[in-house]
């Protein structure tokens, strides 16, 4: 069973930059295989994708895009976001997911989450 930590979260102005880091570990198949995203959500809404990365590319969500930008290093078990620009709307939780197959072979875990406030 796969496990994932967040890092890299914690206040940070409007117009300012973080970074989100995600390890994982306990992976029981070649970690590059996982389709890997950032999710994020605040008290009340649901949780909403942010960014998505596989073996055919990435996708983001139309409100982070050009601004946030996701990656990968699959010989460190590691995803990563890169957010620049901040501004208050940001402010949520902010969720790794790793996912892989389809269907009823389906399997998805998430991690704790990482708390990205962004305030003057």
């Known amino acids: 069973q796969v496990q994932l930590v967040e890092s890299g979260g914690g206040s940070v102005q409007p117009g300012g930059s973080l970074r989100l880091s995600c390890a994982a570990s306990g992976t029981p198949v070649i970690f590059s295989i996982y389709r890997m995203a950032w999710y994020r959500q605040v008290p009340g809404k649901q949780r909403e994708l942010v960014a998505r990365?596989?073996?055919?590319?990435?996708n983001y969500a139309e409100s982070v895009r050009g601004r946030f930008t996701i990656s990968r290093d699959d010989a460190k078990n590691m995803v990563y976001l890169q957010m620049n620009s901040l501004p208050p709307e940001d402010t949520a939780v902010y969720y790794c997911n790793a996912g892989r197959g389809y269907g009823s072979g389906y399997d998805s875990t998430w991690g704790q989450g990482t708390q990205v406030t962004v305030s003057s």
């Open positions: 990365i596989t073996s055919d590319g990435t």
